[in-house]
């Protein structure tokens, strides 16, 4: 500051005070390399030999969780090319999975069905369609036909046809991922819909259950797998399909890097909680978990302390009814017989 003729002026510097300090720039390269994740120390280079020797990446590896971040900001063309690479070796790591929509070999795991998960990108969302034609019930899903029936006395078809309707909706709900189910019947990754709807390994027209309901033969679509030892109850009323969070996806999401999972979630606790002073909330808390990753997720439905409450043990699809012919009401019945309302 330098007074002349009674006026302040102040000088100012020339340099900013970011060109004063020369601070290194921010490294904002991802890493060069991943851990596996198959419980060894093996890793995986994420960019080529000439890339790494470049500059185009730095450190590595990473842990899982960290990688599947990683690899997800990737662009497509090496993304793909990765795994491509993965697969001529004969090895898919659980951290590369996820993103090459293949379980690991000798995982053991079915794999995931995309379609199925309503929490997030769906631009066409259908309802599964059942119709009588032909001395049949067939059931079409965003315009695949996945499954035929029939029964011996055509005066049954009516019933027929409500028995699987109420059936299909309790089993994958009433809104549908169809742009995602016609990409993958179009590349039939990670299966084809139109020939395992529910990527099992066991073709539509056989994989069907002949015990729940006497007399009518029903498709076995499953949206996730159950651990054997696992105690389950009941779903509340408003668990169910048509649930963004009723399946773990988009909480893994959310969760610290876990990510989607390269297979089925398997579904191995279920509780339900009822309020302890008739003030607090019910709240049932699923445990969900990856096979590939062994990753743990948590989803919650809560329900009205005035609510009724018992803690009742799943059994089946159809334990809501106490015997199979109540399935003509079926979605009324699941309704008011549900443990929360």
């Not at 797998?225 to 389950?232: D, F, L, N, V, Y």
């Not at 049932?284 to 990753?293: D, E, I, M, Q």
Request: glycine share 8%.
């Amino acid at each position: 500051m330098v007074l002349v003729g009674g006026t302040y002026f102040i000088q100012r510097s020339s340099t900013s005070f970011a060109q004063q300090q020369n601070f290194p720039p921010t490294n904002r390269k991802p890493a060069c390399s991943c851990f596996c994740g198959d419980a060894t120390f093996d890793s995986f280079n994420i960019f080529s030999g000439a890339d790494i020797a470049a500059g185009k990446c730095y450190g590595g590896p990473l842990g899982v969780r960290a990688c599947g971040e990683t690899l997800r900001e990737l662009p497509g063309d090496q993304l793909r090319a990765l795994c491509q690479k993965a697969k001529a070796r004969g090895k898919i790591c659980p951290a590369l999975a996820p993103v090459c929509d293949e379980p690991p070999p000798g995982s053991g795991c079915q794999k995931p069905t995309p379609w199925f998960d309503n929490s997030a990108g769906c631009t066409d969302v259908q309802e599964p369609k059942v119709t009588i034609a032909n001395g049949g019930v067939n059931l079409s899903i965003c315009g695949l036909s996945v499954f035929r029936g029939t029964v011996k006395d055509p005066t049954n078809l009516d019933m027929y046809s409500m028995i699987l309707r109420g059936w299909v909706q309790q089993q994958v709900g009433s809104r549908i991922c169809c742009n995602k189910l016609r990409e993958a019947a179009g590349t039939a990754k990670p299966c084809d819909p139109s020939v395992d709807f529910d990527c099992d390994g066991v073709l539509n027209q056989a994989d069907v259950n002949k015990t729940s309901v006497p007399d009518y033969v029903l498709p076995q679509i499953d949206l996730y797998t159950i651990s054997p030892e696992a105690s389950i109850d009941k779903f509340p009323d408003g668990l169910n399909p048509d649930d963004p969070d009723f399946m773990p996806n988009s909480t893994a999401r959310r969760s610290g890097g876990v990510g989607d999972c390269a297979c089925k979630w398997e579904l191995i606790k279920g509780e339900l909680k009822c309020s302890p002073d008739g003030k607090q909330q019910h709240v049932y808390v699923a445990t969900w978990r990856c096979p590939v990753t062994k990753a743990e997720v948590f989803t919650t439905k809560y329900a009205p302390a005035s609510a009724p409450c018992s803690k009742a043990k799943r059994t089946g699809m159809f334990e809501y009814f106490e015997r199979p012919s109540d399935v003509v009401d079926f979605i009324p019945s699941v309704r008011r017989a549900t443990v929360c309302v």
